[in-house]
């Protein structure tokens, strides 16, 4: 990377200011989270500072609109300083400076969301009450417990053409929403790798970092494993991946569930065909292909580094991979199998040489999801409750989820 580069992602980075992210004073149980964010860096009103957003920073030069991300870190990671000021409530901050890059250390959390890869109603925004729970978790238990998180991202990609929502809809007008496979996952790419560069990971948690996406956002996530050239896509340069992806409500095998919907879904084969072609064009092949659980064997590319910058350090250390598969049986728009066929893809590919049961519920939450393990891999399944939409409309469940699995690594 030349310092021209380097200079670039730094100036696309400090375009955006750090905004407080504030929760109601005192202890209070999760379930009363409230998540604002102000303009302005004091707050009036007595309630505590949580943690800091940027919303929206540009990950590419010449972004749209869509190729931005939005970044939490919780307050407990900053120097800045919260005082009272004179008149007794409002609290005077200083937020962290525009260019001050988070220290880097503990577990990041990466968010894509979902939408069938084209509906403007649904954006990075949508991780926002799960990052507020987070963040009001680790306030209250600061110092109590030791969270090692270092920070959330939710990113938008562009988006394919929807219908009923065409760029000069009122509502939801903009650019950025022409896009083709693979310029979806390109840009997926582009934000992690981005982020990367800009935290400068040491070899020893480069890829202690957590890929976590809904319905579609959770094929892209399983995409990300996968090498670029697949894709027809140029090495993501120093692209490190995640040892731990987790998928929810996810959508994994396109082209079999629009050959043959599952029982009790066949309503939704139009649909599926519809946003099928419109993200990855007519050829069903595409469709196999794109699928981590209807694609070859890619399991293997899971652990490889795109771009070839692993240090010696990095490369040694091999870090047992968990895929974590949460699906809910009330969903009306995605069916539980799935998520079978993706945990069945999995435990198949995983290096059967040394292969080995592990027993038990290993996720601790005793609600009997089950985990199996195969060589260097191990798949959780867990089965949650409500709507399609609804994990992370709540955020709770998905909050409680990604603190369980921050405190693996
Ligand atoms: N609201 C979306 C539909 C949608 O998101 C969806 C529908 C069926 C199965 C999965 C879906 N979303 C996956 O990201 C749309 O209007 O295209």
């Not at 140029?234 to 050959?259: E, M, R």
């Not at 064009?281 to 293997?300: F, I, M, Q």
Request: glycine share 10%; charged share 25%; hydrophobic share 35%.
């Amino acid at each position: 990377m030349t310092e021209e580069e380097e200079d670039r992602d730094r100036a696309l980075w400090a375009s955006v200011p750090w905004t407080p992210v504030t929760g109601p004073p005192g202890p209070t149980t999760p379930d009363d989270t409230t998540i604002t964010s102000a303009a302005s860096s004091t707050t009036g009103n007595g309630s505590v500072i949580i943690g800091w957003q940027k919303k929206d920073v540009p990950y590419l030069p010449n972004a749209t609109a869509l190729q931005a991300f939005d970044i939490w870190i919780p307050a407990s990671s900053t120097s800045s300083s919260q005082q009272p000021s004179k008149e007794g409530s409002a609290v005077d901050v200083v937020p962290p400076e525009p260019n001050s890059i988070p220290g880097g250390k503990g577990v990041w959390v990466v968010f894509l969301h979902g939408g069938a890869w084209r509906d403007p109603r649904v954006s990075s925004t949508s991780f926002s009450p799960t990052a507020g729970h987070i963040l009001r978790h680790i306030h209250n238990r600061h110092q109590k417990e030791d969270v090692r998180l270092g920070g959330m991202i939710s990113l938008n990609y562009r988006l394919s053409p929807h219908p009923d929502y065409p760029p000069n809809h009122p509502e939801y007008p903009g650019d950025g929403r022409g896009a083709k496979h693979p310029d979806h996952i390109h840009d997926v790419l582009s934000g992690i790798s981005f982020l990367q560069r800009l935290l400068k990971p040491s070899p020893e948690n480069e890829d202690e970092f957590v890929l976590v996406g809904h319905s579609c956002g959770a094929t892209l996530a399983f995409q990300a494993l996968m090498d670029s050239s697949r894709r027809g896509l140029p090495p993501t340069q120093g692209l490190v991946k995640p040892s731990v992806v987790v998928g929810v409500n996810g959508l994994y095998d396109l082209a079999g569930f629009i050959k043959a919907p599952t029982k009790g879904y066949e309503g939704l084969r139009d649909a599926y065909e519809k946003f099928v072609a419109g993200a990855f064009g007519e050829d069903e092949s595409v469709w196999r292909e794109v699928g981590p659980a209807s694609a070859g064997n890619w399991l293997p590319e899971w652990q490889t580094l795109e771009g070839g910058q692993r240090t010696e350090e990095g490369r040694k250390r091999v870090r047992k991979r968990k895929a974590v598969l949460v699906q809910s049986k009330q969903d009306t728009l995605v069916p539980y199998d799935q998520l079978e066929k993706m945990r069945d893809y999995l435990l198949k590919h995983a290096t059967t040489a040394a292969a080995a049961a592990a027993a038990g519920d290993g996720d601790g939450d005793g609600d009997g999801d089950g985990e199996e393990e195969r060589a260097g891999l191990q798949v959780f399944e867990m089965e949650i409750g409500g709507e399609h939409d609804e994990i992370w409309e709540k955020g709770d469940q998905l909050a409680r989820i990604l603190l369980k699995v921050i405190s693996w690594l």
